[in-house]
């Protein structure tokens, strides 16, 4: 399985889950192959099981995550349109950007880099927003934000304002139920937890968001309306709307059905397993790790670069000698943090052995 991201570990010898690679492989089909349409419906049945919902409208967008991103705004934020985001890292900031360009009135709430979103503080930001956005795990800073809480206090307050969460680096590694938390719109990308090429982003909406969509939003790529009629084969006919990347397609089935028979909570467990074992490890070396305590995500772990260590350095002797990728910091951290992944089929024991004996090698601990 490729490995995609630089906060992601590098490969190693053996990869127990290659299915979504092997299906990249696979003979390409038309995208109005009936087989593919078939492999379709089954992505999209798959994607509800593994958000936790049975939004009618859940789809791969093709694009990378932060097309998810756009297709967020674009549908649902009209200009004018109060929206409170939650900032504490490098993706809360691309959503204030985002939902700006769109014309929305950003209600910006900063918190620390390496805390989680405070839901209190979103609530107060504004009276009556007309959405509340916020970034469940913060691959800037390795920080899990309660989107469960935030949504249950939002909704508690005000039955208008919908709730987007970024579920990027959460879906497929940590719990996410889209349904039971009462989450409007979310979206992740394929290349993070759920073990997949970059190339798609998983996009659900609720009911009660569709009936508030911008009815011409002002991008024609994103408009939710006209991807839906291809999308959806419910009603029978489709109608073509752009050209589905096939294969990636199939191999975000494979991956989804790979990750259901090895069942939900086993892989959120595995997941959380490999990372208690990794902070557990970068302790016992003498390393600070970065994230808040409490609010840390296991597949994405920041610590922070000894004093007096070259954190460049480090990563080119991890990545040149040992074949293991870990991920700077990002921003003001760049070089005061590391970014160690245990995402997907990295989020395994014998992973976090690897990079902890690497890593008390080269900093001769
Ligand atoms: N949101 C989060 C939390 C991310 O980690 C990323 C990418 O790392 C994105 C959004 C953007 O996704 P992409 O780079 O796939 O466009």
Redesign the pocket.
Do not use: H, L, N, W
């Given at each position: 399985m490729p490995l995609l991201?630089r906060a992601l570990l590098g490969p190693g010898p053996s990869n127990p889950y290659p299915e979504a690679t092997l299906a990249l492989a696979a003979p390409l089909l038309g995208h109005l192959d009936p087989e593919f349409l078939r492999t379709l419906d089954s992505t999209c049945a798959r994607l509800r099981r593994v958000w936790g919902t049975e939004n009618a409208r859940t789809l791969p967008l093709s694009g990378?995550?932060?097309?998810g991103?756009e297709a967020a705004f674009a549908n649902f934020a009209r200009p004018g349109d109060v929206v409170v985001v939650g900032v504490n890292g490098l993706?809360g900031e691309?959503m204030v950007d985002v939902a700006g360009r769109y014309g929305a009135e950003v209600v910006r709430v900063d918190h620390d880099w390496g805390r989680p979103v405070d839901t209190q503080r979103l609530l107060d930001a504004h009276p009556e927003p007309s959405m509340v956005a916020a970034?469940h795990?913060?691959?800037s800073t390795g920080v899990r934000s309660d989107i469960k809480e935030l949504a249950r206090a939002v909704h508690a307050r005000d039955q208008r304002a919908l709730v987007l969460a970024?579920c990027?680096?959460s879906l497929g590694g940590i719990e996410v139920d889209i349904d039971s938390w009462g989450v409007d719109i979310a979206y992740s990308?394929t290349?993070?937890c759920l073990g997949v090429a970059?190339g798609l982003a998983p996009f659900t909406v609720s009911e009660r968001a569709w009936d508030r969509r911008v009815q011409r939003p002002p991008t024609w790529y994103l408009d939710l309306n006209l991807i839906g009629a291809y999308v959806d084969g419910s009603s029978g006919g489709r109608t073509y709307h752009h050209t589905a990347p096939v294969a990636m397609i199939a191999s975000l089935d494979a991956a989804l059905g790979r990750i259901l028979d090895e069942g939900l909570e086993a892989v959120h467990e595995r997941h959380h397993a490999a990372g208690r074992l990794l902070h557990e490890g970068l302790v016992d070396l003498g390393l600070e790790l970065f994230a808040a305590e409490g609010h840390r995500l296991p597949e994405l772990t920041t610590v922070r670069v000894p004093e007096g260590v070259d954190s460049a350095k480090v990563r080119q002797v991890l990545l040149t000698e040992y074949g293991i990728e870990i991920g700077a910091g990002v921003g003001a951290f760049a070089s005061s943090v590391w970014r160690i992944g245990l995402m997907g089929h990295n989020a395994r024991p014998d992973r976090v052995a690897l990079v902890l004996g690497a890593l008390r090698a080269v900093l001769g601990r």
């Open positions: 991201d990378t995550g932060s097309i991103m993706f691309r970034v795990a913060e691959t970024d990027v680096t990308g290349q993070k970059p």
